[in-house]
Antibody, heavy 124, light 108 residues
């Protein structure tokens, strides 16, 4: 059974870079997309972006200028880097597997396996 | 971006009630609509994808319907473990795969 685990610093200073890693265990990264989602305190979910196991990416336009998502399949890990952070980037960050399934002539996408989330606070 | 709007934002109901949560997209998304359940302090859990296909292991009391711009999640008979926040999400176009703002289901 595939499991995901986020790791990284819980506290980041304003203007610095937030770096998180998601480790995939119990399965291969091949043929899947891997995503990051965040949730500010008391608020809803925000889709950050995803990376295919081969390395192609798709980012939320609102974060694109500050965001890099990368993958290392040899370590079964993918990572997020967000530069120039502010208090608005304080959130619980989740990694998730984005499944692609073929159903009645179309591909559908959904996040079927999630990490437990890690809290990142931006503060001096 | 495609905007997703859920209604109501919060809802009080009793065990055994039938509950419906609505989700509206700002443009036609066909049936590229997912539903997630999130309990306090936990990661979201996938309930429904492709608007009406239940994820494996999800109780049959959960069902989804709709196409185009209007969708619903129905819980046929509320159980104590169903009190949570529910989110819809479109996967029609990227970026981004936007979420609704959430519907908090509380015990009456």
């Amino acid at each position: 059974q595939v499991q995901l685990q986020e790791s990284g610093p819980g506290l980041v200073k304003p203007s610095e870079t937030l770096s998180l890693t998601c480790t995939v265990s119990g399965g291969s990264m091949s043929s899947y997309y891997w995503t990051w989602i965040r949730q500010p305190p008391g608020k809803g979910l925000e889709w950050i972006g995803y990376i295919y196991y081969s390395g192609s990416t798709n980012y939320n336009p609102s974060l694109k200028s500050r965001l890099t998502i990368s993958v290392d399949t040899s370590k079964n890990q993918f990572s997020l880097k967000l530069t120039s952070v502010t208090a608005a980037d304080t959130a619980v960050y989740y990694c998730a597997r984005l499944a692609e399934v073929w159903q009645t002539h179309y591909y559908y996408y959904y996040m079927d396996v999630w990490g437990k989330g890690t809290t990142v606070t931006v503060s001096s | 971006d495609i905007q997703m709007t859920q209604s109501p934002s919060s809802l009080s109901a009793s065990v055994g009630d039938r509950v419906t949560i609505a989700c509206r997209a700002s443009q036609n998304i066909s049936n590229y609509l997912n539903w997630y359940q999130q309990k306090l302090g936990k990661a979201p859990k996938l309930l429904i994808y492709a608007a009406s296909t239940s994820q494996s292991g999800v109780p049959s009391r959960f069902s989804g319907s709709g196409s185009g711009t209007d969708f619903t999640l129905t819980i046929s008979s509320l159980q104590p473990e169903d009190f949570a926040t529910y989110y819809c999400q479109q996967s029609y176009s990227t970026p981004p795969h936007t979420f609704g703002q959430g519907t908090k289901l509380e015990i009456k």
